[in-house]
């Protein structure tokens, strides 16, 4: 009796499993994988809550503004941003920390692709918006600047920012320089930030964010942090190589 | 406090031993000490520290040998196929191997699949002499540490490839590099640096391998301070290398290499870690009278203190680039005395005592010298043929060229960096040694950074039709060469030995033979596609004995190689691992 609910139990899990997720607005025949390799199979729902703004075509491919925006959920524990016709898929995700689920940056985009961010809720939903951006096409396979001058050498690091008010909210914007090889420009392997925190002097974390390959080269990421912090910000990071990022951003003097 | 340190120290090794039993083994220090005893694992460069390359393993051995198969083959990819002169490492079922361009792989030993790979992003501008190889990683703990070609360490944990911590040595814009595989001794993590042509300034560093962090430095230029660092980090004065301008007049001392690329070997019986240094640069030796200590000699440091407890200088004022950082291999005669073996590039070899330091025995192991007549045993010191120095071109009417001499050895050495072996079996060590010389002279020099500093102007010349390579079975006791198996194109792999009674190692040529270790009759053969320039490493998992080598024709020899060029430039390049088992019908 008891190995026959093992059983039931088994055969139900595994039929929740092997639900397909709800149909994709963009149409993408790549959505079920992407769904099941992202996203774990969880559950889904597609929700304009989930605001993702980015161009309609892609300018330049080897840096795509998007900025993410999760907020109209209330409280969001992670966001994954992914791109579906990118030859690596997951640009980043990120943990709001006291910070707001919003973030903008840069990313490199292959071939025109429905671009999604999905936020996960409490109650472990994830929660999917999107845009479509098209584009020419090459942004991950072609090598970027700072390496065709050899410059990234001297700049490896290096962080750049900025707190200034918008709106409601306080903002920081910060660049960090690196050169975020993909590993498909041939000859040159794979080098890119992989982990990034926010926090300010009292030691509260803003925003954990893991980054990929995929991610511009010397990425810029644009904050919400809410109320204004006293004193300074700290971001701290590692690339793939074991490079260290350790930077303090000071309030602006008025 | 005591008490609290004490606490803390018992909960640490607790935590330790209950660790053990989830994780796969970490690696102690004791077992790295006990590498040469251990035949399940390959735990350190030279297959235990004293660099013996010896096996107790018997199943393949002169009698079984003929049913040697290859088990798998593994391609680094890429077009990155440059010389592959890494020896594996082996833990727990996966073995690491470094590749050219500063790659790690980790690879099932049982099935050749790879689980992980590490690419280093290398800046463009990295100034390695020769060639872009790596010699192989050192494993500690949970770790994998190499370094890289533009002079960084790089620990990854061992199960997923992920960086644990990483440390920039020095400068590579200033010539530094790292090639050689570090070393774990009493702890600590052993490292030299790379760059001799470079005018930089050799040294052996010690680190925590836990953490990267600094516990000594020892300079091997005469007039550097020492350092030991402080729980902060901090560098405390820990006495200077040597006394300044003893050897070395001027200040050209400061710029002077002695680098220490090939690494070093460790004796736990004496406690002291053996670093070949390298030559001094320029190569223009009369613009630096005196012996020019530390170059050019094996240095023995007390791994405690980070002390020279003695050196013995194999080419004082070397003036023929006898870059003399081969590998000191410590061994215990009959009596039970501690000695070292050195077959130098300056074309002898060498027994000293591994705890004094005091010359025993030197003697040819190539068959031409032309730059000393031998080795006075009294003194220690070489009989210099004055002749046979590359003139001074401040002597010459022009100031141009310094008289042009024919010299033999070449630069390349009667040994260059591929390591010997050890049999305790036979006594013998088993060095791949070189037939060759060049034409050298001196030119005006003077140092900039980041540019090559020689001073001089060489042409390799081959001296035999038929060899230039000759794996050699000596007899560091009596200086006698019991065999030796000649090479057409030069030897640039190393050697492994086993209880087995064989002789493993691979030539330029592609074939992996095995060698009878008594009589050097070649009992085995396999080509494995690509010149070798690798040294062999055997191991023992679930009752099988397996062979291994990295393949991949580079290193030096391609780009400096004068009329050698003839005996290689048909060699094709390639860069992969073979492991090796006796096949059972």
Redesign the interface.
């Known amino acids: 009796m008891r190995a026959l609910v093992f059983s039931l139990t088994f055969i139900l899990a595994g039929t929740a499993h092997a639900a397909p997720p709800p149909p994709d607005p963009f149409g993408s025949g790549l959505w079920p994988d992407v769904h099941a390799e992202f996203l774990g199979r969880e559950p889904v729902v597609f929700d304009d809550r989930v605001k993702v703004v980015a161009p309609a075509f892609a300018e330049d491919p080897m840096a795509v503004p998007v900025s993410v925006d999760a907020s109209a959920l209330g409280a969001v524990s992670r966001v994954v941003v992914l791109v579906d016709r990118n030859p690596i898929r997951k640009v980043l995700e990120f943990f709001p920390q006291a910070a707001r689920p919003v973030l903008a940056f840069r990313f490199k985009l292959q071939q025109g692709s429905p671009v999604r961010a999905a936020a996960r809720t409490a109650d472990g939903v994830w929660h999917l918006g999107g845009t479509w951006v098209d584009g020419s096409g090459g942004g991950c396979t072609l090598p970027g600047g700072t390496r065709s001058d050899?410059s990234?050498?001297r700049t490896l690091g290096q962080v750049q920012g900025r707190m200034f008010d918008h709106g409601d909210a306080s903002r920081l914007r910060v660049r960090i320089m690196h050169?975020m090889?993909t590993?498909l420009v041939?000859?040159?392997?794979?080098?890119y930030l992989d982990e990034l925190q926010l926090r300010d002097d009292a030691g509260t974390a803003y925003m954990r964010i893991l980054t990929f390959e995929p991610v511009s080269e010397n990425p810029v990421f644009s904050f919400d942090l809410g109320t204004r912090p006293a004193g300074s910000l700290h971001l701290q990071g590692?690339d793939?190589?074991?490079?260290l990022v350790a930077a303090r951003i000071d309030q602006q003097k008025p | 406090m005591i008490k609290k340190q004490l606490l803390s120290a018992l909960v640490a090794s607790v935590c330790a031993a209950g660790a053990g039993f989830v994780q796969a083994g970490a690696i102690t220090d004791q077992m790295i000490a006990d590498d040469a005893k251990t035949p399940g694992d390959v735990l350190s460069w030279g297959m235990g520290t004293e660099g013996q390359r010896y096996s107790t393993l018997t199943q393949v051995n002169t009698k079984t040998v003929k049913d040697l198969v290859p088990v798998w083959s593994l391609s680094f990819g890429g077009e990155k196929q440059r010389g592959q002169e890494s020896q594996p490492v082996i833990a727990d079922g996966t073995m690491f191997v470094t590749a050219s361009y500063s790659r790690l792989y980790a690879i099932e030993t049982k099935t050749g699949k790879e689980k992980w790979k590490y690419e280093h992003r290398l800046p463009d501008g990295i100034m390695p002499c020769c060639d872009v190889i790596n010699r192989g990683a050192a494993l500690f703990d949970n770790l994998v540490i190499f370094g890289t070609l533009d002079a960084q360490l790089v620990a990854l944990d061992r199960e997923t490839g992920k960086v644990v911590w990483k440390k920039k040595v020095d400068d590579f814009q200033a010539g530094y590099s790292l090639s050689a595989a570090p070393i774990i001794a009493k702890g600590l993590l052993l490292t030299g640096v790379s760059g001799g042509e470079f005018g930089i300034v050799g040294r052996v560093e010690a680190r925590d391998p836990k953490t990267g962090n600094m516990v000594w430095s020892r300079p091997t230029l005469e007039g550097y301070m020492g350092y030991k660092y402080d729980a902060e980090g901090k560098p405390v004065e820990n006495g200077m290398t040597g006394t300044t301008n003893k050897s070395w007049p001027g200040d050209l001392w400061k710029t002077g290499g002695a680098s220490t690329w090939l690494g070093g070997s460790y004796n736990a019986e004496t406690g002291l870690a053996y670093f070949g240094t390298g030559n001094p640069a320029p190569w223009n030796s009369h613009l630096r009278p005196g012996d020019n200590l530390y170059s050019c000699s094996t240095l023995a440091i007390d791994v405690s203190t980070g002390q020279i407890v003695w050196h013995y200088q194999n080419t004082p004022n070397d003036g023929w680039d006898f870059d003399g950082v081969n590998e000191f291999v410590t061994f215990k005669t009959k009596d039970g005395r501690i000695l070292g073996g050195k077959a130098d590039r300056n074309g002898f070899f060498y027994v000293n005592d591994a705890k004094t330091g005091k010359l025993v025995n030197a003697f040819p192991f190539v068959k031409q010298i032309t730059w000393a007549s031998g080795i006075d045993l009294a003194t220690g010191r070489p009989k210099f043929n004055d002749k046979n120095r590359p003139g001074d071109p401040s002597k010459t009417t022009d100031g141009k060229k310094g008289e042009s001499v024919f010299s033999a050895p070449s630069f390349l050495g009667g040994k260059n960096q591929m390591p010997m072996a050890y049999s305790p079996d036979t006594g013998l060590f088993y060095v791949p040694a070189n037939e060759w010389g060049m034409e050298i002279w001196n030119e005006p020099i003077s140092y900039k950074k980041g540019a090559a500093y020689l001073g001089a102007g060489f042409t390799i010349k081959t001296i035999n039709d038929d060899y230039i390579g000759a794996l050699r079975a000596v007899d560091p006791m009596t200086g006698k060469i019991v065999w030796e198996a000649k090479n057409n194109a030069p030897l640039w792999g190393g050697v492994l030995t086993t209880k087995g009674g064989l002789v493993f190692y691979g030539t330029p040529e592609g074939l992996l033979k095995a060698m009878d270790a008594k009589t050097g009759k070649e009992l085995w053969s396999f080509q494995v596609g690509t010149g070798i320039v690798a040294p062999p490493v055997t191991w023992e998992e679930g009752g099988v004995q397996y062979v291994a080598i990295v393949s991949g024709w580079g290193g030096a020899v391609p780009l400096w190689g004068g009329d050698v060029a003839k005996r290689v430039n048909m060699l094709n390049q390639g860069g992969s691992v073979w492991v090796f088992k006796l096949h059972k019908s």
């Open positions: 050899g990234w050498v050169p090889d590993g041939s000859g040159i392997p794979a080098f590692r793939n190589n074991g490079n």
